[in-house]
């Protein structure tokens, strides 16, 4: 049982990861400093994009429409903080 909690706790590290990455090439785009248009930058914005939408269009349905800020990102990071918490808590659920 504790190699599960220790698997869903990598998985959790590494959706975390993909958000946190996704979020800073979101502002290093629009910024400009990055460019799409190049070939490995646009194949890891979209191979993020398509890792995470089914993540993000969940949070999406809940949230309000801010305009053009989109939080769903840092609700995503904030649900696994809190996930993460909750296993680590309960492990003698697992032992």
């Known amino acids: 049982m504790l190699t599960i909690l220790q698997a869903l706790l990598l998985i959790l590290s590494v959706i975390r990861f993909f958000v946190i990455a996704h979020f800073i090439m979101?502002?290093?785009?629009r910024f400009e400093v990055l460019n799409i248009?190049?070939?490995f930058v646009g194949q890891v914005w979209?191979?993020?994009g398509r890792i995470l939408d089914p993540i993000y269009s969940r949070v999406r349905r809940f949230m309000p429409d801010l305009g053009g800020i989109d939080l769903s990102p840092i609700v995503v990071l904030v649900g696994i903080e809190i996930l993460r918490?909750?296993?680590i808590n309960n492990l003698t659920a697992f032992v």
């Open 37 to 39: 248009r190049q070939e």
């Open 26 to 29: 979101s502002w290093l785009i």
């Open 46 to 48: 979209y191979g993020l």
């Open 85 to 87: 918490i909750f296993l």
